[in-house]
């Protein structure tokens, strides 16, 4: 005769070892993280984006009691880092520092992606924002944006206005200028910022529209003149320097933001561990000195609020888009 044997059939430290086996299990699932957090990045050692997720991953890693272990994985707008999250298991263990870029801008310039930005990832937390500026050469005669678009309209085919490149952040902003200002200054992409700086120092191009830090120097220097930044509100590293928004261009607005996302269906307390994890994050000096040096300013913006934020920005972005048919593939 055979039968299942049971807890009260073994000997009693053998049903012991098994009962606490079990309940460590549980344990183990229950109090998440038990191990590193791989926190993936779409640019690569030593980029702003960069930078940001080894101070923000140190601060939720001292937070959560499991550090957070940077991958980079540059290229295609983000989409490369992305694919890897989305397909990633939904176990809070794989973050992604998704930014406009990424999760706004690429989706309405690829035709095709591996993967849904809008279903494949949960929002977790908003980390930070920062608007670009328009510089333009300093022999330009124009001081404020007023005087640069009667300029423009006055003088067709004589201004140009550069960019990081194509379907770039900064080339989207240009092309809504054009749309509000109601002027059509060619674009000029370049193959990154610092080439696109040097050009419009030189004379190559009449303007440009880029990160702040990339340029503060040289506007300080003298040697671009800053004329609106691209927020709503003023940047407090140009405190200054007026908003688009506020020169007349009503309601522009362009920022560059950076936020965590994790696989879609990673359940709910994993999720506000890494919220309170990204909150603690934020009130560390230096995260927030990072994140000044960016030019940029905290959000801490959470959950549903994030993902709404999202869908907003990537609806903007895929109308100017699809209105000046900006296609990378």
């Known amino acids: 005769m055979t039968f299942a044997p049971t807890l009260r059939?073994?000997?009693?430290?053998?049903?012991?070892?098994?009962?606490?086996?079990?309940?460590?299990?549980?344990?183990?699932?229950?109090?998440?993280?038990?191990?590193?957090?791989?926190?993936?990045?779409?640019?690569?050692?030593?980029?702003?984006?960069d930078q940001l997720a080894r101070n923000v991953g140190k601060a939720m890693g001292d937070a959560l009691g499991q550090s957070l272990v940077v991958e980079n994985k540059p290229g295609a707008g983000g989409s490369i880092a992305s694919d890897i999250v989305a397909k990633a298991?939904?176990?809070?263990?794989?973050?992604?520092?998704?930014?406009?870029?990424?999760?706004?801008?690429?989706?309405?310039?690829?035709?095709?992606?591996?993967?849904?930005?809008?279903?494949?990832?949960?929002?977790?937390?908003?980390?930070?924002?920062?608007?670009n500026v328009l510089v333009i050469n300093p022999s330009l005669p124009?001081?404020?944006?007023?005087?640069?678009?009667?300029?423009?309209?006055?003088?067709?085919?004589?201004?140009?206005?550069?960019?990081?490149?194509?379907?770039?952040?900064?080339?989207?902003?240009?092309?809504?200028?054009?749309?509000?200002?109601?002027?059509?200054?060619?674009h000029v992409p370049y193959k990154g910022a610092?080439?696109?700086?040097?050009?419009?120092?030189?004379?190559?191009?009449?303007?440009?529209?880029?990160?702040?830090?990339?340029?503060?120097?040289?506007?300080?220097?003298?040697?671009?003149?800053?004329?609106?930044?691209s927020s709503?509100?003023?940047?407090?590293?140009?405190?200054?320097?007026?908003?688009?928004?506020?020169?007349?261009?009503?309601?522009?607005n362009t920022e560059a933001w950076f936020g965590l996302f994790v696989p879609a269906q990673t359940p709910a307390p994993v999720i506000a561990k890494l919220q309170a994890a990204?909150?603690?994050?934020?009130?560390?000096e230096a995260v927030l000195t990072n994140i000044r040096t960016m030019g940029a300013v905290p959000k801490n913006l959470n959950g549903t609020a994030f993902a709404d934020f999202v869908k907003t920005e990537a609806a903007k972005y895929g109308a100017i888009i699809k209105q000046a048919d900006v296609r990378i593939d």
Not at 17 to 29: C, E, K, P, V, W
Request: without cysteine; aromatic residues 4%; hydrophobic residues 45%.
């Open 278 to 284: 990204a909150a603690t994050a934020l009130k560390n």
């Open 194 to 229: 610092a080439p696109a700086v040097t050009a419009v120092m030189g004379g190559e191009i009449s303007a440009l529209m880029i990160n702040i830090p990339t340029v503060a120097q040289q506007i300080q220097a003298g040697k671009l003149r800053a004329l609106a930044v």
């Open 89 to 131: 298991s939904p176990d809070g263990y794989t973050v992604l520092l998704g930014n406009a870029s990424s999760h706004a801008v690429t989706p309405g310039l690829y035709s095709k992606l591996p993967y849904n930005s809008a279903k494949d990832f949960a929002a977790v937390t908003l980390l930070a924002s920062a608007p």
């Open 142 to 186: 124009a001081k404020n944006i007023a005087e640069f678009i009667a300029y423009a309209r006055a003088n067709p085919g004589k201004l140009n206005v550069g960019s990081g490149g194509n379907g770039s952040l900064s080339h989207l902003s240009a092309i809504l200028f054009n749309s509000m200002a109601g002027t059509d200054i060619p």
């Open 9 to 49: 059939h073994l000997p009693a430290a053998m049903a012991l070892g098994l009962t606490l086996a079990g309940l460590a299990a549980h344990g183990a699932h229950a109090e998440y993280p038990d191990r590193p957090i791989r926190l993936v990045v779409p640019a690569p050692p030593g980029d702003g984006s």
């Open 232 to 252: 709503l509100e003023r940047s407090p590293v140009l405190p200054d320097v007026p908003t688009l928004n506020e020169s007349g261009l009503k309601g522009y």
